[in-house]
Structures are given as structure tokens and as C-alpha cells.
């Protein structure tokens, strides 16, 4: 496992580290849809091979990291599925394969944790004290189980937010915070970005992303925000009429790459895709990348760990 420092970023490249895109819309789509709460996190079991194959595919595109398929791992989840397993069953076996997908490459594996409830729910159903328990195991699983550090992916309520700030400060666990955001830059607890983004950064995170928001709202987010900090994102390259049941691709790899190439005047640390998608999505931002190759970002904005290269 790699101990990440969160404060001495080498600027070693000159461009944004690249994340993978969507798994779960990606595994679904070749596989089928699972109505479990689990959504595709039980073929982790059922199709580890079709789990390393698009971790593979990313790798070869031009990932610099995967991301690994925990997103409905968490013990809530698993609880409401009411399977046999454990929730560690599955977290495993997603780490194993994402770290059996990067072993002899320098891809840093970044383990997913999800909100404890639907990322779009706006209404807490569960106690505070159950929301402490669910990502204090789900966290400390994923670092156990050999991530180099934890997404904590669409976040959208600041109790949440709270507990796991708190909880990875406290143990010293490298880590990042993405958050879903409205259309009015808010969370769906309420709470304005500028506040949220100020909370957060007292607990030094690695970097504070952005993702599973459409583009219309992406453009408002740049236009008003101040990145004063490490940044990324990973837009929803879907339609925006879809359910968890079929989610259609609606931003083709070149007019993403277009979007991402305006972007970088902001200089963002990562970006990569949300649902919608593919490996396509990220081979055609490594080209971009590839073809940019005098450009240069400043030091303050580089997320690769300095022992990597």
C-alpha cells in the first residue's frame, strides 16, 4: 500500500492525472441490470473476470487510476440486500481484482465509498449513529484490504461529509471528497459549495472533486468557484433520462474531451468520466493529453504522490 502524503504533491507530470470512467453502467450494460441494492457490486462473485477485464481496459486507455467497483459494498448496502455475505466478501474480492488489474504499472488503486443511502436521496432514513458505523468499517476495509487511498465518491449530505472528514483526519487515511451538487451549486442537504468546500479543506484532503453532475451545472461550478485547492471531476456523461436500469451515453468521447480541454485553464489535479462512460471516454482524454504535451499546470495542483515516478 502506498502511504500517500497530501502535502508534499510532486509535480513530476505536467498535465491532470487521469481517473477511470463508469463501472458500474459499463458492467451492467455487458452483464445485465441487478435490482439489488447491491446494483453491480455482486459481480465481484458472479463475473470477477468481467470486473478485471474493464479495469484492464482503463489501464490500457491511459488510466493513471482505477477505481475499484465497491460503490454498493458498504455494510448498509449489503445489509439491505439482505445476502448471506458479508459486506467484506465483496469489498475484497473488488480490491483484489482492481489490484490484480494494476500490479506492474504505477495505476494507483482508489477505493470507492459511496454515501451510505441512494446518491440522489434527499431524506435521511437511517441514524447518525448507523451513518458513523457504515463508513468507519467501509473506510477501514478498503485501506486494510490494500487501497492506495479512498474516493469518497457523490457526497451529498454534510453529515455524511462530516463523518467521514473526521473519521479519516483522526486515523490519517489518505483521501479525497467528491460531491454532487445541484443545479444552484448546492448540496441536497442545503448547504452552499462555498461553505462546504471551506469546511472541508480544514481536514487537508488530498483533493476535493466534483462528479455524477451533468455539464450545464459543471459550467456554473467554474465560472463561480475559486479553485484555492486540489480539484477534480468526473462529469455524468449520460443523458439525463435514465434510471439505474439503462444509462444511455449522451457526451461522445471527442465533444468530453472538448469540455475537459476548456477546463484546464483552472487546473484541475484528476479528471475522468461518471455513469456513461467507457474506456473510449478515457483513451481520447489521454490523446488530448498526449497532443498537449507543452502544457503545463503549476506545482499546488498535482495529485501523484511523489514516490511513483
Known amino acids: ?22 463501472t458500474g453502467s459499463i458492467l451492467q450494460k455487458r452483464i445485465g441490470f441487478d ?26 486507455s491511459g488510466a493513471d487510476i482505477i477505481t475499484t467497483n465497491t460503490f454498493r459494498t458498504n455494510p448498509l448496502a449489503v ?47 437511517i441514524s447518525n449513529d448507523e451513518l458513523i458505523d457504515n463508513h468507519k468499517k467501509h473506510i477501514s476495509a478498503l485501506m486494510d484490504a490494500g487501497c492506495d487511498f479512498v474516493l469518497n465518491e457523490t457526497q451529498s449530505h454534510m453529515d455524511e461529509i462530516r463523518i467521514i472528514l473526521e473519521f479519516c483526519s483522526k486515523k490519517e487515511i489518505p483521501f479525497i471528497i467528491c460531491l454532487y451538487l445541484t443545479d444552484e451549486l448546492r448540496l441536497l442537504s442545503g448547504e452552499p459549495l462555498h461553505e462546504v468546500t471551506a469546511e472541508i479543506k480544514q481536514y487537508n484532503p488530498m483533493a476535493i472533486g466534483f462528479n455524477c453532475i451533468f455539464g450545464l451545472t459543471f459550467g456554473k461550478l467554474v465560472n463561480k468557484e475559486i479553485f484555492n485547492y486540489n480539484w477534480g471531476y468526473y462529469l455524468n456523461c449520460g443523458s439525463g433520462n435514465f434510471t439505474y436500469k439503462e444509462i444511455k451515453c449522451d457526451l461522445s468521447p471527442i465533444n468530453y474531451a472538448e469540455i475537459i480541454s476548456d477546463s484546464l485553464k483552472y487546473d484541475p489535479s484528476f479528471v475522468g468520466g461518471c455513469c456513461g462512460s467507457s474506456p473510449s471516454h478515457i483513451k481520447t482524454i489521454r490523446r488530448l493529453f498526449n497532443e498537449k504535451s507543452n502544457y503545463k499546470i503549476s506545482g499546488k495542483n498535482q495529485l501523484r504522490p511523489e514516490r511513483r515516478f
Not at 513530476?12 to 481517473?19: A, D, E, M, T, V
Not at 435490482?35 to 468481467?50: A, R, V
Not at 466478501?89 to 482492481?98: E, F, S, T
Open 79 to 125: 445489509k439491505l440486500a439482505g445476502t448471506s455475505k458479508s459486506y467484506k466478501q465483496y469489498l475484497n474480492k473488488a480490491v483484489k481484482i482492481a489490484l490484480e488489474a494494476a500490479a506492474g504499472t504505477p495505476v494507483l488503486v482508489a477505493g470507492s465509498n459511496p454515501p451510505a443511502e441512494d446518491c440522489y436521496k434527499e431524506d435521511r432514513t
Open 1 to 22: 500500500m502506498i502511504q500517500l502524503n497530501p502535502f508534499s504533491l510532486a509535480a513530476r507530470i505536467k498535465r491532470p492525472l487521469i481517473l477511470d470512467g463508469a
Open 35 to 60: 435490482k439489488s441494492p447491491l446494483w453491480t457490486s455482486e459481480y465481484n462473485i458472479t463475473y470477477p473476470e468481467e470486473v478485471l477485464r474493464l479495469h484492464s481496459e482503463y489501464i490500457e
